[in-house]
């Protein structure tokens, strides 16, 4: 018993401090100093939540750069037990785990190269990241869509190019990661420059 107290003790009190105390000190510090990046890093357009520069979405017109594959799911409506395709649904973040011997994956990586054109495609259009919620394509992925996105818009396609070099991030530090274009921030920007008619930042 005497061994059994203290041990209670300890336990009650770490649990406060690095349970409670911890984190929430954390969460505070982190809304003080990085308010934008602790509610979300979200983005608004007139007034209004659109996205999130950390999550993607899906894009389907023609004239915006469209992201990677997302095998995240979502429960059927009709049948509880059940999952139905939810691309880039936050709320169930997840990868496939198809392995190469999947009929469901080689049937939907033929038919995403079918659409892609000319070899060889770049990995990322044909393969989904490990949560689903990649925001991120390769320059090399974007770079296959410029020719869409120019004719849809009417817009030059150097003037495209242009803009996704500008909206391409480098490495972390020189180093980490590889280059990558957030597919969300390079749409806004061309549909800000449809709107003025300037060049987009």
């Not at 003790?9 to 510090?29: D, K, R, S």
């Not at 520069?53 to 023609?62: A, E, N, P, R, V």
């Not at 033929?110 to 490990?130: H, I, Q």
Request: a neutral charge; proline letters at 7%; glycine letters at 10%.
């Amino acid at each position: 018993m005497q061994h059994l107290r203290p041990a209670l003790v300890l336990v009650v009190l770490f649990t406060v401090l690095t349970g409670l105390a911890f984190p929430l000190a954390f969460v505070g510090v982190a809304g003080a100093v990085f308010p934008r990046q602790a509610g979300g890093s979200l983005i608004e357009r007139d007034g209004k939540v659109i996205g999130s520069s950390l999550l993607g979405q899906t894009f389907t017109q023609d004239k915006y750069f469209q992201g990677r594959p997302s095998a995240t799911s979502t429960p059927d409506p009709a049948d509880a037990t059940k999952t139905v395709s939810a691309p880039y649904n936050a709320g169930n973040s997840a990868g496939s785990n198809a392995g190469p011997t999947s009929k469901t994956l080689i049937d939907r990586v033929t038919e995403d190269v079918g659409k892609a054109g000319a070899n060889p495609v770049p990995g990322d259009m044909l393969t989904t990241s490990a949560s689903g919620l990649d925001p991120h394509i390769s320059p090399a992925t974007a770079a296959r869509q410029v020719a869409r996105v120019a004719a849809a818009r009417s817009m030059p396609e150097g003037r495209v190019r242009e803009m996704v070099v500008a909206h391409t991030e480098g490495r972390l530090l020189g180093l980490i990661g590889e280059p990558r274009v957030n597919v969300l921030a390079l749409n806004l920007a061309l549909d800000a420059q449809a709107l003025d008619g300037k060049p987009a930042s």
